[in-house]
């Protein structure tokens, strides 16, 4: 290894090069379809450059303050309760909620996704990385026990494979049928690829 290179060399003989194989590709070895990501892309850039009715996506891209129906919220000792109010009186906007490993930021998030879920809303969990989904949900699962609301979650996680790291009675459920993940009643996770399909836009209250 030349770390100052930034270089790696493996050394294999002709008799044992077929066993790297895809062990040591940076990136799958065949071709991923990026539909239908670039046309939404391109719907969003249309819209950036016209009337711009997609007010969360301008705000996000703007890194403006968020718009809260209720105006800017005062400090709040309990950052759960200050997050839930933030969270329902989001007026068409984004809410960030920042900080490194461990502080607490899927805590409050599940939390604030049952809040929404006890008003009927319908919530989108999206992220490049589906250990990352799966926390969340794992999460929502965590804070419906801790909090023991009387409420029967419906959890999809739209996943790409059979090994999705759920334990084996984990009731969240598991598809890789995007009809069955957008027949998801409360809480669905997803990829890009799942929440730019047509039939997708618009059909969740929060992501």
Known sequence: MDRKARQVTVKAGPGKDHLLGDRVNLHPDWPLDPKPIPGALRDVIADQCGQRAYRAVNDLLSRAAPHLKTGPLGPVADPVAGTIAAVGAMD????????????????????????????????????????????????????????????????????????????????????????????????????????????????????
């Open 92 to 207: 068409e906007t984004v809410l960030p909620i920042q900080g490194p490993p461990g502080t607490g930021k899927t805590y409050v998030t599940a939390r604030a996704i049952l809040s929404l879920v006890r008003r009927g809303a319908r919530v989108g969990v999206a992220s490049n990385s589906h250990e990352a989904i799966r926390n969340v949900l794992m999460g929502c699962l965590s804070a419906l026990e801790d909090e023991d609301l009387p409420i029967t979650l419906d959890l999809v996680h739209k996943t790409g494979g059979d090994d999705d790291g759920y334990p084996e009675d984990c009731p969240v459920r598991r598809t890789s049928s995007n009809d069955e993940a957008a027949g998801g009643r409360h809480v669905v996770g997803a990829t890009a690829w799942f929440f730019t399909r047509d039939e997708n836009v618009q059909a969740f209250d929060w992501l």
